[in-house]
């Protein structure tokens, strides 16, 4: 029997505001150190020594401005509070898509985003009631969306534009306006492009398309077509590993909606190409696990 959805009622509280002032600190630090490293190690090595720094920080560390956001859930919507006094509501019925990336857990919809932050989801064990809540209304659609053609599932960019800008491009503008070095200033554009041109690339090679047949995802040797009757399915550390005859795959953890899609692949895996008018997903949920399982519905 699928477990019951448990009442919610849980707050995250925001990131400490000392990662505010670390932000602070190292723009300081970034407008200081252009001057100092651009007698040192010229243009270049100024602009790529910030470049790098801030790509490393946007790795690590929430956005600079998530520290002002504090985050309610319970049973009807999630409630965002901040910055300042503003108030966002997303309501569960609402939400789009829901992606989990390496800081965030990102659910979508109505024009609204809201990004929760992960760590304090695990801990306080809000993660799998999360997910109880909105997984099974996603594989759903996503199995009727199939009906209609292909779904391209697309990875999260990583980090997100909020964080780089955040930890990597006002840094640098810093650089460049304390150096005050036009070419170090063009070096940190083409760095910072190169950047973006990187995780875009990344984004599409590892992207999932779910077709009407089958699946396309990107192997060892490059991305194939496997249909749904050669298809077996197994978890894996980064996601879910797709076996066929044509190859083997991995549909990552951070693509658009994974557990949903990952639900719709396990059934279309056991059922082939046979294409049931109604399925329902359902979830289980135990302790801070969760499984979604599609059931063919004989109704």
């Known amino acids: 029997m699928p477990s019951p959805v448990s009442t919610l009622w849980l707050m995250l509280p925001a990131p400490p505001r000392a990662l505010l002032g670390a932000w602070l600190l190292w723009l300081v630090v970034a407008a200081l150190g252009g001057h100092l490293l651009l007698g040192a190690v010229g243009p270049l090595g100024t602009a790529t020594a910030v470049v790098v720094a801030g790509v490393w920080l946007a790795r690590q560390l929430p956005g600079p401005l998530e520290c002002l956001c504090s985050h309610h859930l319970d049973d009807v919507e999630i409630t965002r509070l901040g910055p300042g006094r503003s108030v966002t509501r997303l309501e569960w019925s609402e939400v789009g898509s829901c992606t989990q990336g390496g800081q965030t857990l990102v659910l979508s919809g109505g024009g609204r985003r809201m990004r929760l932050p992960l760590r304090a989801l695990l801990a306080n064990h809000g993660w799998s009631a999360v997910l109880a809540r909105v997984v099974p209304e996603r594989a759903e659609a996503l199995w009727q969306a199939l009906d209609g053609g292909a779904v391209a599932l697309v990875p999260a960019a990583d980090p997100a534009a909020g964080r780089i800008a955040g930890w990597c491009w006002l840094p640098a503008l810093a650089a460049v306006l304390g150096a005050n070095d036009p070419t170090a200033g063009l070096v940190a554009m083409l760095l910072a492009g190169l950047e973006r041109a990187v995780v875009l690339v990344r984004r599409r090679l590892r992207t999932v398309v779910l077709q009407p047949g089958g699946l396309v995802v990107a192997g060892p040797h490059g991305r194939f077509f496997a249909p749904w009757d050669k298809v077996t399915v197994e978890p894996a ?37 046979r294409q049931p008018d109604l399925v329902r997903f359902r979830v289980h949920v135990e302790g801070s696990e969760i499984a979604v399982v599609g059931e063919v519905d004989a109704a």
């Open 237 to 273: 550390p980064e996601g879910l590993t797709v076996r066929s005859p044509r190859g083997v795959g991995l549909v990552p953890s951070d693509i658009d909606d994974f557990w949903s899609a990952a639900a719709v692949i396990e059934l279309h895996a056991q059922l082939g190409f």
